[in-house]
């Protein structure tokens, strides 16, 4: 796989998993409102580091001529699902949910960083900057949660490392790899 097409997967893999994060969140907002209160503060701001984390992907592809991922929608729809079934299911599940999602996206990025550190520095820092958000959400759902729902942790986990391997037809399990190789 070449340098442009590893770049425009890490790009339309970041900016879907942002536009799905977005769909979670708001979700779980609405829902959270009479299930878990407590947390708004928390998901809002979340929310609002996941517009900014998508706008700023958005810009990214726009300055490469890149278009959006074409697993769009189902981001979204599953991003929407997601968001819904876990705070029906309450504030641990909200907060499992939130510490999943992060960890798994926190290591995909760790990944496009240490690829894009000789290619395009530019972008490097900034999935670099987005990732330590990600990494303060991640890290206040481990202090709010308590003992995490290990079932939901893995399906929610799982399901987000398919979502991306089907965005990037793979690119991204084999760009993990070739780093580790």
Known sequence: MNDAAILRDILRVDHAGEAGAIRIYRAQIAIARWRAPDLLPMLEAALTDEIEHRERFAMAMRLRGIVSCRMLPLWWTGGALLGAGTALLGRKAILTCTEAVERTVHAHMNDQIAWLMSRDTDLAAS????????????????????????????????????????????????LGRALRD
């Open 127 to 174: 999935i670099a900057a987005i990732r330590d958000q990600e990494v303060e959400h991640l890290n206040r759902a481990v202090a709010a949660r308590g003992p995490r729902l290990r079932s939901l942790d893995v399906l929610v986990a799982a399901s987000t490392e398919l979502l991306v391997w089907l965005s990037t037809y793979g690119a991204s399990a084999r």
